[in-house]
């Protein structure tokens, strides 16, 4: 893989600056399966999946944040999307938000990338806290935010992409939480 473009690497996986055109094929694939779209709405067409793609890459240039591929670095495999970018619904506020494959589930692919984005988000970045939104009933989510040390700050309702009125949870970490986390996880390597 070109240098050039890499954002960040983490012990698995590699996250990229730019969407690619092969990025792009297998991004269609994860958005089409009903599955992954669950709990975000109808399946994507393949225009809407490329339309997310470059409203992810926008992010990098408007703001330095993104939602961006996640590769596997053994391989090249595009195993999801995950990173940083501000919610319609919560603009003031950056969201942390995470797709995978439904092949790459189960791997802790999801929440080594959002570490990664976390470090980011509070080192570089410099933001105060992160949210997450979330389906209330989206448990494989939630339980990502949870192991990201994320706690829930507002349970409330929303209207969906299709249209329903839904639950959702609003899961927050801020920079010093964060911070003593990292303290302790090296503790305990130590
Ligand atoms: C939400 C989503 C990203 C979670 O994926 P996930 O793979 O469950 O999350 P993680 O990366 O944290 O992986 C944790 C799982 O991997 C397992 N795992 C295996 N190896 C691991 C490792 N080396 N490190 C950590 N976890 C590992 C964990 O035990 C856990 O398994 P469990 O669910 O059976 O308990 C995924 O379900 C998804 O893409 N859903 C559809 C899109 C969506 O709803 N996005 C969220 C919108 S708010």
């Known amino acids: 893989m070109d240098d050039a473009d890499v954002r960040f690497r983490t012990e698995r996986l590699v996250v990229v600056r730019r969407w690619r055109p092969e990025d792009r094929d297998a991004y269609a694939r994860i958005n089409a399966d009903p599955e992954v779209m669950a709990f975000l709405g109808p399946p994507m067409t ?4 490329d339309a997310l793609a470059r409203y992810g890459e926008s992010w990098v240039v408007q703001a330095g944040l993104g939602l961006l591929p996640a590769v596997r670095a053994a391989d090249g495999e595009v195993l999801g999307m995950c990173g940083l970018h501000r919610h319609r619904w919560y603009p003031a ?3 942390i938000g995470w797709r995978f494959a439904r092949n790459a589930w189960g791997h802790g ?4 990338a959002a570490e990664g984005w976390l470090a980011e988000a509070f080192g570089a970045s410099g933001l105060s806290h992160v949210i997450s939104i979330i389906h209330g ?11 990201l040390g994320m706690t829930q700050r507002e ?3 929303r209207t969906g992409p299709d249209g329903h009125d839904e639950p959702i949870v609003v899961f927050e970490l801020t920079a010093a939480t964060w911070a003593a986390r990292a303290t302790d996880v090296s503790g305990r390597i130590r």
């Open 155 to 157: 349970e409330t309702r």
């Open 46 to 49: 393949r225009q809407q999946s």
């Open 93 to 95: 506020e950056v969201e």
């Open 109 to 112: 692919y999801a929440s080594e």
């Open 137 to 147: 009933a989206n448990l494989r989510s939630r339980a990502v935010a949870t192991r």
